[in-house]
Each structure stands twice: as structure tokens, then as C-alpha cells.
């Protein structure tokens, strides 16, 4: 499903404009970004899941085609860990 599929199914849902629907769906996720990006919060939609940073240490690995070692600094991930209710949905289907 691609976020043009998931504006039309909510516009034909709700009746609103594609294109309202469009700029909100854009929105939400810019608001997703940001909170995980700037503000390094994360983001907990009750009954969905929430949107985590993970944090990855530092590690050392190998490029094989120059055979060196580089240092991998410490850094964040996201991740999207599911609401119980959201996964047990998935889960029966």
C-alpha cells in the first residue's frame, strides 16, 4: 500500500478532498520525523504503537574490498514497535 492508496481509502472514507487529506497525512508524518530527529522524544499513538529511537553503539568492522578496519560511530535508529492490540489484529488474520 503506498501513502496514495492510504489518502484515497481515507477520502472516500471520511469525504474530505484528497488533496486535505494529502497535507494531513504529510503533516503527521512530518510531526513523526521531526519529534525523532530534533527532540530525540518518541512518539505513542495509544492502541497503534509507538515510534522508538534505538540506540546502536559503537563497532568496528571491515571493508573487505580496501581490507581496513573503520570504526562505525555510536548512533540512533528508529523503529516501530506495534500496541498489543495492533499486533494481536495482524496476528489472527
Do not use: W
Not at 41 to 60: C, D, H, M, P, W
Amino acid at each position: 500500500m503506498t501513502k496514495a492508496d492510504i489518502v484515497n481509502r481515507i477520502s472516500k472514507e471520511t469525504g474530505l478532498d484528497k488533496s486535505a487529506v494529502l497535507v494531513t497525512v504529510e503533516s503527521f508524518m512530518k510531526q513523526i520525523k521531526v519529534a525523532l530527529s530534533e527532540d530525540e522524544e518518541n512518539v505513542y499513538l495509544r492502541g497503534f504503537g509507538s515510534f522508538i529511537l534505538k540506540r546502536r553503539a559503537q563497532k568496528t568492522a571491515r571493508n573487505i574490498t580496501k581490507n581496513t578496519t573503520i570504526i562505525i560511530p555510536e548512533h540512533n535508529i528508529p523503529a516501530f514497535k506495534p500496541a498489543k492490540e495492533f499486533f494481536e489484529a495482524v496476528k489472527s488474520e
